[in-house]
């Protein structure tokens, strides 16, 4: 996918994230349809339209996947997707996202010096879930966050936050090839993997590695990674490590849901949660189809 066209799914995906926030907010009265374009601003053919475009399927097709038993569906397999991913060894489906992405953290001396000495390119790029904001180090994306509600603000102080120390330079076009990567899954390759660079604590940095075993069109609970990386009963650390996620979509932390079916919180909205993994549902029915 090109920058004009990113262009195009981001000015799509907002009126698609509008079209959720609007069902979680009305979800106890099951608006029709033609409700739910309305308050788009569309009418239902164009919405069908919207939906065609963005992600290749009906609007009633994709709302679907958005459902609480959808959710339930995917935890009945959860309980295994993660040890699948551990056991299946470096030719296994399971590890398919985590050899697109090499992974590195930096050292404790700099994670002590919160970036002192690093120089860091961010600018704010479009994608397919909307505006969001891009940063990387010579040794790789160090950050990665969606823009909510026009609050670029808001992004950029957690990067400042995270690497407060390091010399941070705004150039709006040096991570345009870059970004189109990340977002374009076709363009992948293991044998040229996207470089991301972790700052973190040790417990942290197990959790966000072990999130890049959960495969696209999946998901788990948080107990499902507690115990990937070994303390059961660290589920209140592991929601915290998982909230911290510094690199959205790459690192993905929007797979991670609630027991009880409920999709959870998303630093980038819970409406962009659902639209991404409904998203990644729809490219996973259409690979499984491809090679039946």
């Known amino acids: ?33 033609s409700e739910i374009a309305a308050h788009a601003g569309l009418s239902e053919f164009h919405f069908q339209r919207l939906f065609s475009r963005w992600v290749g399927i009906s609007p009633k097709r994709f709302l679907q996947y958005l459902t609480k038993e959808y959710a339930k569906e995917l935890l009945k397999k959860s309980h295994t997707v993660l040890d699948a991913a551990y056991d299946a ?29 690093l120089n860091i390119v961010y600018g704010f790029y479009d994608s397919p879930f909307g505006e969001c904001l891009m940063a990387s180090t010579e040794r790789g994306i160090c950050g990665l966050f ?10 950029l102080a957690e990067l400042t936050r995270i690497w407060h120390r390091a010399s941070l330079t705004e150039d709006g076009k040096a991570l345009t090839s870059l970004t189109e990567r990340i977002f374009s899954p ?5 044998d040229n993997p996207l470089p991301i660079l972790l700052k973190g604590t040790n417990f942290q940095i197990k959790v966000w590695e072990a999130l890049l075993r959960i495969p696209a069109g999946t998901a788990v609970t948080y ?18 490590a998982v909230g911290k996620n510094p690199i959205s979509y790459l690192i993905p932390c929007h797979r991670v849901i609630r027991k009880n079916a409920e999709f959870g919180n ?23 189809a491809q090679s039946a």
């Open 1 to 33: 996918m090109t920058t004009s066209n990113f262009a195009s799914a981001r000015r799509d995906y907002e009126r698609i994230e509008a079209a959720i926030a609007y069902i979680e907010a009305h979800f106890s009265t099951q608006p029709q349809l």
């Open 89 to 117: 060894g470096l030719s296994g489906p399971g590890r398919l996202h985590d050899l697109f992405v090499a992974c590195e953290a930096v050292t404790p001396g700099e994670y002590k010096s919160s970036g002192n000495g």
């Open 146 to 155: 969606f823009v909510r509600n026009g609050n670029r603000r808001g992004v």
């Open 186 to 190: 076709t363009a992948w390759n293991p």
């Open 223 to 240: 107990q499902d990674v507690a115990a990937a990386v070994g303390d059961p009963n660290a589920v209140r650390a592991v929601g915290t």
């Open 266 to 288: 998303y630093g980038g909205g819970t409406a962009r949660k659902k639209a991404i993994l409904g998203w990644e549902a729809v490219q996973a029915s259409e690979r499984t």
